[in-house]
C-alpha cells in the first residue's frame, strides 16, 4: 500500500477514479474525521470516483500512517497536508474535510488560496472547540484512558450516529466496536488531546480565502450542530450552507449518496455562488 515520507512522517494514501489516465479530472482531496481512517471515505467515494479523482489518506496518529509518541495538533495536520499536496504534485484540488477534517481543510486554504484550493467543503465541521466541544472530548478522553478505544466507542456512538441511522443500522454500528477491541490508546489520546486543548480558530483562514466554501451539517448531528456550520458561512467569504436529511455526525457514511449528489453539485457550480457575503471594509 503506498505511503510517502512528508514532515518526518509515513503517511499512508489511497487514490481511486483514475482508472482512464487519459481523462483528466478534477482531485478531491479528502481528509479524514479525528479518529477515523481512509475506511470512512469508500461509501462517498462510490459516488464520487466516475466523476473526480480522488485522494484520502490518514492523518499522522490515524490508520496506517506513523503514529509519533506527542500529541497531534491541528496545526500539525495543516502542515502535513500541504507538505502532501506538494510531495504528491498536486497543483490543483478540492478539499473535502469531515469534522476535525473539515478544520485542517480550512486552515490549509487559508495558508494555500485559491489558486490551488479550487473550494472547500467543510462536513460536520467547526472553526474552533468552545467549551461544550471540549467537554465532550474530555469525556471520550477519560473513556479511552479507562476502558480502552472501546468504551471510548460506547460513549462517543450517540454523539456521532442519528437516531434514525443507529436503529436501523446497529448491528452494523457495532461491529466496528469489535474492530477496536484491544488496539493502541494512545494514539488515540494523541489525537484527542491535539484537538481538545487547540485554542485557534479558522475564522481568520476563510476570511483571508478567496474560494468557495462549502457548509455541510447533518440534520441530527448533535456534537458539531447546524450552529457550528452557521458560523463557517458567516465566516466565510463566498460560503454556503447545505443540511443533510436524516444524518448524525458522519453524513457521508449514513447518506453517502445524498452527500455526493450535494457535493458535486456545488463543485461543479462553485463559480454561481461567488457573491461575496461580506465586503473588504467589514470587520
Avoid at 128 to 155: C, P, Y
Wanted: charged content about 20%; overall charge negative; hydrophobic content about 40%.
Amino acid at each position: 500500500m503506498p505511503h510517502i515520507s512528508v514532515n518526518d512522517q509515513d503517511l499512508y494514501y489511497e487514490i481511486t477514479g483514475e482508472e482512464n489516465a487519459e481523462d483528466v479530472r478534477e482531485i478531491l482531496v479528502c481528509v479524514n474525521g479525528l479518529t477515523l481512517d481512509t475506511r470512512s471515505w469508500r461509501p462517498l467515494s462510490k459516488h464520487l470516483k466516475d466523476h473526480y479523482k480522488i485522494v484520502s489518506y490518514d492523518c499522522r496518529g490515524q490508520g496506517q500512517s506513523t503514529k509519533p509518541d506527542e500529541v497531534y495538533t491541528p496545526e500539525q495536520h495543516r502542515d502535513d497536508l500541504i507538505a502532501l499536496l506538494d510531495a504528491l504534485e498536486i497543483q490543483q484540488c478540492h478539499l473535502v474535510g469531515l469534522s476535525n477534517g473539515g478544520l485542517v481543510s480550512m486552515l490549509v486554504a487559508g495558508e494555500m488560496g485559491h489558486e490551488r484550493i479550487l473550494s472547500v467543503s467543510a462536513i460536520d465541521s467547526f472553526l474552533g472547540v468552545d467549551i461544550m466541544f471540549k467537554n465532550i472530548l474530555a469525556s471520550w478522553r477519560q473513556a479511552t484512558a479507562v476502558g480502552g478505544n472501546e468504551h471510548k466507542f460506547d460513549v462517543a456512538l450517540p454523539w456521532v450516529w442519528s437516531y434514525g441511522y443507529l436503529n436501523e443500522h446497529s448491528a452494523k454500528v457495532l461491529a466496528n466496536r469489535e474492530h477496536v477491541i484491544g488496539t493502541p490508546t494512545q494514539p488515540q489520546l494523541n489525537l484527542i488531546d491535539g484537538l481538545m486543548d487547540y485554542t485557534g480558530s479558522a475564522k481568520k483562514s476563510l476570511r483571508a480565502y478567496q474560494g468557495p466554501t462549502l457548509a455541510m451539517v447533518g440534520q441530527d448531528d448533535l456534537l458539531t450542530p447546524l450552529r457550528y456550520s452557521h458560523e463557517i458561512v458567516e465566516w466565510a467569504r463566498f460560503g454556503m450552507l447545505i443540511t443533510v436529511d436524516h444524518a448524525g455526525h458522519i453524513s457521508t457514511i449514513e447518506q453517502p449518496a445524498a452527500v455526493a449528489k450535494m457535493l458535486h453539485g456545488f463543485i461543479k457550480r462553485r463559480e454561481e455562488f461567488m457573491t461575496p457575503l461580506w465586503s473588504d471594509t467589514e470587520e
